[in-house]
């Protein structure tokens, strides 16, 4: 999979990519990825890249001109990599996307900066993510953010093909909480059934943990969850007795 980031800063992928599960996926070239200097394409001698609104008021606008070319030299060389655009206005970035995307041949992200970019560039990209409602200063973050996401979905990149499909909103719901030696620490105890080496009775407990977590803190996510008649028949117990639920 390729990954382009179109960016007047090129140094803040820097270090985030050499690090970890990205760095090692990186340097197996399980992906690739390269970043372009959005300046390359703007205009001699003073490679302008923004300019004034029109209409006036404060702040800059990224000019379409140097981000045209940009998107058309890169997308020359990976004709089928879809184009994404890094705004607060777009559709929020979720966990579905991430999977759909990582099955994408290559992506192309364009990073914006000051007030945004000139709104004509929204025609010629194949989608629009926010990272959620908060402005950044740049879409950098936004595109590290996702290319994170997205990367460790790509076979072979996190070694271990299950520890992603068991993650949080991986099934549509919150992770089951995880233990590790001692099995008592600050007086807290790990719950027995971990102990137990019984593989049927941890799986249970984990699902119905899954399921208690997101009732408590993503009530949201249980109406697009896939859910069995067990899941629900636990799930109304704990809605009965919501008094004896809140202290976990
Ligand atoms: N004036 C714009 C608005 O109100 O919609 C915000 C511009 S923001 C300061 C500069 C750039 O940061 C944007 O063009 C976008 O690329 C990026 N950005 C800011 N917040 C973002 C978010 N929540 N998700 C994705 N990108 C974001």
Redesign the pocket.
Known sequence: MNFDIITLFPALFDSPLQAGVLGRALEKQLFHIEIHNLRNWADPPHFVVDDAPYGGGGGMVMKPEPIHRAMETVRRKNPRSRVLL?????RTFRQRDAISLAREEGLIFL???????DERVRSWVDDE????D??????EF?ALVMVDAIARLVPGVLGNELSAGADSFGDGLLEYPHFTRPAEFAGMRVPEVLLSGNHGQIARWRRRESLRRTLQRRPDLLDSAELTGEDRAFLESLRKRPEEDQRR
């Not at 990073?111 to 970019?117: D, S």
């Not at 993510?129 to 959620?132: A, E, L, R």
């Not at 908060?134 to 879409?139: N, P, R, Y």
């Open positions: 890094m705004t607060p206005q777009g990073c914006g900066r000051y007030e945004g970019i993510f926010s990272i959620g908060f402005v950044l200063s740049g879409g936004a």
